[in-house]
């Protein structure tokens, strides 16, 4: 069974741009969710996806962040401007419930320059 | 303000030597204490965990210790094996609210020498 697969695994943008991660769960599973790990920090959370609906953004620091997740399947989380701070590694994981052990995938390490 | 703080950031220890890292947290709603261990590359991977009902959980060569009085808990690591050389991160969550809405610590990164 495939796991999380996140795309790209790496990302160089300029300040700025637009960048857009995407994630694909692992099939059947209806949460997803959104951390990310600045540099020197620890990983913190982003959002919570149940199906196609978000059930939890608080974690999302400003408006320039989007995340979206299609008919319930894969998500993708644009940067738009992308700002220095916005550099780091970020990571999807999926649940099959809400309370059942996440998977993490492998990450998307976004630098902007 | 970091909810759950970890220590020590870095860890060198010999082969066939004991690791332990700890945790601290501070809300007391937290009720799911996960660890996980993340190689090179890779995402995190859940190791183990524990619930405050339980002073302690063993998995082979792993095991957490919690104190829930002191709002502390730790991971020890036996015997350990080159193999054991990774980052590790001790979170917490309110299970009955948002079990993977996890609060991480900062992360320690274990180094076991042959």
């Known amino acids: 069974e495939a796991g999380v697969t996140q795309f790209p695994s790496h990302s160089v943008i300029e300040k700025g741009q637009t960048v857009t991660l995407r994630c694909d769960p692992i099939?059947?599973?209806?949460?997803l969710y959104w951390y990310r790990r600045v540099m020197g920090k620890e990983i913190k959370f982003l959002l919570h996806f149940v199906k196609e609906s978000k059930q939890d953004e608080s974690g999302m620091p400003n408006n320039r962040f989007l995340a979206e997740r299609t008919g319930g399947t894969y998500s993708t989380l644009k940067v738009q401007p992308a700002e220095l701070e916005d550099s780091g590694v970020y990571f999807c994981?999926?649940?099959?419930?809400?309370?059942?052990?996440?998977?993490f995938g492998q990450g998307t390490r976004l630098t902007v320059v | 303000q970091q909810q759950v703080k970890q220590s020590p950031q870095s860890l060198i220890v010999q082969k066939g030597g004991i690791s332990i890292i700890n945790c601290a947290y501070e809300?007391?709603?937290?009720?799911?204490f996960p660890w996980y261990q993340q190689f090179p590359g890779k995402g995190p991977a859940l190791l183990i965990a524990i619930r405050p009902d339980v002073s302690e959980k063993k998995e082979g060569r792993f095991t957490i210790s919690f104190n829930k009085s002191a709002k502390q808990f730790s991971l020890h690591i036996m015997d350990s094996q080159p193999g054991d050389s990774a980052t590790y991160f001790c979170a917490a969550s309110i299970s009955r609210a948002a079990g993977n809405k996890l609060t991480f610590g900062g992360g320690t990164r274990v180094l076991v020498k042959p």
């Open positions: 099939s059947g599973h209806d949460n």
């Open positions: 994981a999926s649940s099959q419930d809400w309370d059942s052990a996440a998977f």
């Open positions: 809300n007391t709603a937290f009720d799911y």
